[in-house]
Structures are given as structure tokens and as C-alpha cells.
Nanobody, 126 residues
Framework: QLQLVESGGDLVQPGGSLRLSCAASGFTSDYYAIGWFRQAPGKEREGVLC????????TYTDSVKGRFTISRDNAKQVVYLQMNNLKPEDTAVYYC???????????????????WGQGTQVTVSS
């Protein structure tokens, strides 16, 4: 059974860092582009970053450019979201999702991704 499990969410002060992990099981994630999404309270879920099977990344949210990076370890079937210089507006539930293609879409839509994790909470507050 295809499954994605996020971890690493926490309460962190502004300016701090976190690394989220997305562990895949039940399928060979090497063949799938993986995206990170987030949903802040009272807002719609938005795409953040995506990584292709070859390691190329696509950023969908301008506010994270220069602060968030995405990477993958195919041997471990894990995709990471490194978040630096966190801001209160980064507070959200973060989800990872798998896309049944090797490349990331140039524009993001949730229905481009077929399998989703349950999410992990990131709270940025002093």
C-alpha cells in the first residue's frame, strides 16, 4: 500500500530552522516527483516546493525562496524539506505528496499529486 509519512514538525522560534522528512513506503519513490504543501489556519492548502526524480526542484511559493530547500535520499526513500529563517507566517500543517511522473509540474495543482501524507504541524512563534 502506497504510504507517505511526514515527521519533524515542531514549535520553533522565529529565525530558527527545521527539517521535515517525508518517508515513502509501499512503492518505489525513486520514480515519483514529490511535493511539499502547507495549509495555514483559515487558508487554502498551497504548494511550496517539488523535487523531481533527478533531484531538480521547483518552487511554487515566492515567500520561501532562499529559505527552504528540498532534497531526496532515494536509497532511504525519504524527501526532506529544510526550512531556515522561519517566520510566523510559515506556521502551517505541512504535507508531502507523490506525483505519478518523474518531473514536477510547472504550475501546482493538488490533483497533480495522487498520494498524500497525514501532515506534520510547524508552529513558528516566540
Amino acid at each position: 500500500q502506497l504510504q507517505l509519512v511526514e515527521s519533524g514538525g515542531d514549535l520553533v522560534q522565529p529565525g530558527g530552522s527545521l527539517r521535515l522528512s517525508c518517508a515513502a513506503s509501499g512503492f518505489t519513490s525513486d520514480y515519483y516527483a514529490i511535493g511539499w504543501f502547507r495549509q495555514a489556519p483559515g487558508k487554502e492548502r498551497e504548494g511550496v516546493l517539488c523535487i523531481s526524480t533527478g533531484g531538480g526542484s521547483t518552487t511554487y511559493t515566492d515567500s520561501v525562496k532562499g529559505r527552504f530547500t528540498i532534497s531526496r535520499d532515494n536509497a532511504k526513500q525519504v524527501v526532506y524539506l529544510q526550512m531556515n529563517n522561519l517566520k510566523p507566517e510559515d506556521t502551517a500543517v505541512y504535507y508531502c505528496a507523490a506525483r505519478g511522473f518523474s518531473e514536477c509540474p510547472s504550475t501546482v495543482r493538488e490533483n497533480y499529486f495522487g498520494a498524500w501524507g497525514q501532515g506534520t504541524q510547524v508552529t513558528v512563534s516566540s
